[in-house]
């Protein structure tokens, strides 16, 4: 068994030079299985079929 992390992330610059990061998406792939750790995404990924959520 393997397990395979995947997130995007989203980096914003402020005109302060200030770097603020967001998460919209972190899915694991375990198992043949996808578990969605966290979702931020206007349409959620965990409603589709075969898709697990941990949230």
Same mark, same amino acid.
């Given at each position: ?14 005109k ?6 967001? %998460?919209?998406?972190?899915? =694991?792939?375990? #198992? ?6 966290? #979702? ?6 965990? #409603?589709? =079929?075969?898709?697990? %959520? %941990? %949230?």
């Amino acid at each position: 068994m393997s397990l395979l992390a995947y997130s995007t992330v989203q980096e914003t610059v402020e005109k302060n030079h200030t770097r603020i990061y967001g %998460c919209a998406i972190h899915v =694991n792939i375990f #198992d043949g299985k996808i578990w969605v750790k966290h #979702d931020g995404t206007e349409e959620a990924i965990a #409603d589709q =079929n075969e898709i697990y %959520c %941990c %949230c």
